[in-house]
């Protein structure tokens, strides 16, 4: 669950609430937020995430919002003096998908838009999150500090390839599909004269064929291709057009 710990805007809230939403988190919980709660202006900003705003608990301080937890992270942009783990956002959100997965209930804190979390919120907290980001300019507000934790959540449980090529109805073209067009072209551009003069020939082709290695042709571009060559094999006199001299 997301706490926020003396939120000073219900529209920071209402924002924090949608990146909640994309992130498939969906426990709110406020600690004082210093305009009281609720506030309409939470519900203009959260994007249609209003069953997070209607949930979400209010406490009065962070011993009481943590009390039923069994693990506490507490974000922490500056360095604190302390021996405590420390983790980034995608180590957090993988610790906190192995101690939901042993159905054991943990909290995440963030703090005030201004200063962040006191010293005494963090003793609550038995883990620190620190983001490795630009030190030149580490700064954060509270929406974007809660989306990334919420996307490294996400992630670590989503199973689409980190890598993929969009191919629609069509599918990747096998070698041997690949070798079939390239061994036509290469017939058709010797009866075209193209890979003249003889000595030249080789490394032609071989430039070809690296062209058609580099990336994953589709069955579909392949296809096409085999339209353009045989188009191009029946000659150039095509839509009335004469050959040139």
């Known amino acids: 669950m997301i706490v926020l710990v003396r939120p000073q805007l219900a529209e920071n809230i209402g924002t924090v609430a949608r990146a909640m939403a994309n992130g498939g988190l969906f426990h709110l919980r406020l600690v004082a937020p210093r305009d009281g709660w609720p506030q309409d202006r939470a519900w203009r900003t959260a994007s249609g995430a209003d069953a997070i705003l209607e949930a979400a608990q209010l406490f009065p301080d962070v011993p009481s919002a943590v009390a039923d937890c069994h693990r506490v992270f507490a974000t922490c942009p500056r360095p604190r003096h302390i021996v405590v783990p420390l983790r980034t956002a995608r180590a957090a959100a993988e610790d906190l998908r192995e101690i939901n997965g042993r159905a054991l ?52 449980a989503e199973p689409t390839p980190p890598r993929q090529l969009q191919t629609h109805a069509t599918k990747v073209a096998t070698k041997g599909q690949l070798e079939g067009f390239l061994d036509r ?13 003889a000595h030249k020939r080789p ?3 071989r430039n070809l064929r690296h062209w058609f290695e580099r990336g994953e042709v589709t069955e579909q571009e392949l296809r096409t291709l085999h339209g353009v060559v045989t188009e191009l094999s029946r000659g150039r006199m095509r839509r009335g057009r004469p050959e040139e001299d």
């Open 105 to 156: 209930r943990a909290a995440v804190l963030f703090g005030p838009e201004r200063a962040g979390l006191e010293n005494d919120d963090v003793a609550c907290a038995d883990t620190l999150v620190r983001y490795p980001l630009n030190p030149a300019h580490m700064s954060l507000n509270l929406a974007q500090a809660v989306m990334i934790l919420a996307y490294e959540w996400w992630t670590a």
């Open 203 to 205: 490394g032609m082709v």
């Open 185 to 197: 072209l290469v017939a058709e551009l010797d009866a075209s004269g193209f890979l003249e003069p």
